[in-house]
């Protein structure tokens, strides 16, 4: 029986032998016994029943201690945030809320070795204790730390920590680096070699050849300051994607603003503004960012022949921000990686056109720092279109053009 309980043995009084005293008593009575004396009898007689009755006997049962502490232990294990698992031998007596996510319900009552199905994770479970890296446990790329600790010689834990996604970071930053490295190399050989020629007294370069160096080296200075320009505003930007945005800022009024200063440049007829009032919560200079390089990308690789749209409109709580060109469009297979720092989908049309490769990362991480959405839609031959939706604090209906 589980639960403490207890239980008493003999301890009723005994009713027979009274019951016989008294008619022994009632007897004395009728022999002609003094009463006092049969009733003294009588007295003594059951007094020495109770003094003799048999003590109560106890019996105190105690609960399992094994299921005391598997219970602890399963209490114990429960509100971890990382998958934890309780061993009973190789079997898996209990597994957190974590665990169950990770691997699955059913783990709960199977052999380690069938739950866990990884030959690193089954080496681990033939030692006492130790930790492993195991690769390839939850999907593909999943980089799990497992580690066994034991409890005593019957019970022990595991636990496992998700590194999946330090090593998505750490490779993500040395990709970084090498493409960084890469881009601000090209144009630093290029202006070195020109003027280490134009430098060279032996070279006899003559005044159209010199100024045609002089023209690449002040281009590809300019693409280098680019790079630089963009390499920081990118930092800046992942430094404060934590902090959200506070000033109210009507994003029509301020794409048309920018769509006017783009006209004066690039032309009237290269860009059609269509837009309404819609206030959202953001950093000016941020949102600024976002729609003049969404208007210089659609310009850069848009029909030079056709206007670029670019448009703010409400749509029920969202204000949606769209540009959309008239060029050659983008294959599928390029758009998932577009967002991707020093992405391209032609490397040589996008430098020539002065392309750093980081417009659209920017842009990305802007959008995610204002909790919007940012949606690229292209059909090759037809043209490409950039959509960010961000949620609106007010909603005038002044219209504007």
């Keep these: ?23 022994t008593c009632a007897v004395m009575l009728v022999i002609g016994v003094y009463p006092v004396l049969a009733i003294a009898v009588l007295i003594v007689w059951v007094g020495t029943l109770w003094l003799s009755r048999p003590e109560p006997v106890v019996e105190v049962r105690v609960p399992d201690e094994g299921s005391v502490s598997r219970q602890a232990m399963v209490d114990l294990v429960e509100p971890f945030s990382v998958p934890v698992l309780m061993l009973d031998s190789q079997r898996i007596a209990a597994a957190n809320a974590a665990a169950r996510e990770a691997l699955g319900p059913h783990i709960v009552g199977q052999d380690a070795r069938v739950a866990l199905r990884h030959p690193e994770a089954i080496t681990l479970l033939d030692k006492p204790q130790g930790t492993v890296m195991v690769r390839g446990l ?43 490295s890469h881009e601000l190399r090209t144009p630093l050989a290029s202006i070195i070699g020109y003027i280490e020629t134009l430098a060279d007294p032996d070279a006899k370069v003559d005044a159209a050849t010199a100024a045609r160096f002089h ?31 506070r000033e109210q800022i009507d994003l029509g009024l301020l794409a048309a603003s920018i769509g006017s200063e783009v ?59 769209s540009v959309t060109d008239r060029g050659e469009g983008i294959h599928p297979d390029h758009i998932p990686y577009l967002t991707r720092r020093f992405y391209r989908t032609d ?36 043209g490409t279109s950039v959509t960010v939706r961000l949620a609106l604090t007010a909603s005038p209906s002044k219209e504007l053009s």
């Design 1 to 23: 029986m589980n639960g403490n309980k207890t239980d008493m043995v003999g301890s009723s009084f005994p009713w027979s032998s009274v019951l016989v005293a008294m008619g």
């Design 138 to 180: 939850t999907g593909a790329r999943s980089i799990w730390q497992v580690r066994r600790v034991a409890i005593d010689q019957r019970f022990s834990l595991i636990e496992m920590v998700n590194r999946t996604a330090e090593a998505d970071i750490s490779r993500s930053h040395t990709d970084f680096v090498a493409n960084a």
């Design 215 to 245: 023209n690449t080296v002040l281009r590809e200075s300019r693409r280098l300051q680019s790079l630089v320009e963009d390499l920081m505003s990118l930092s800046r930007i992942e430094a404060e994607k934590h902090d959200l945005p």
């Design 263 to 321: 006209a004066c440049t690039a032309g009237e007829e290269r860009i059609a503004v269509q837009v309404t009032d819609a206030v959202v919560t953001g950093d000016r200079q941020q949102l600024d960012q976002v729609i003049r390089n969404l208007i210089d990308n659609a310009l850069k690789y848009g029909d030079a022949g056709q206007p670029v749209s670019v448009e703010v409109a409400r749509d029920g709580h969202e204000a949606v921000f």
């Design 347 to 382: 490397p040589g049309r996008s430098r020539a056109a002065g392309g750093t490769g980081l417009g659209l990362a920017i842009v990305k991480h802007i959008v995610e720092r204002h909790r919007g959405k940012l949606d690229i839609s292209s059909k090759v031959g037809e």
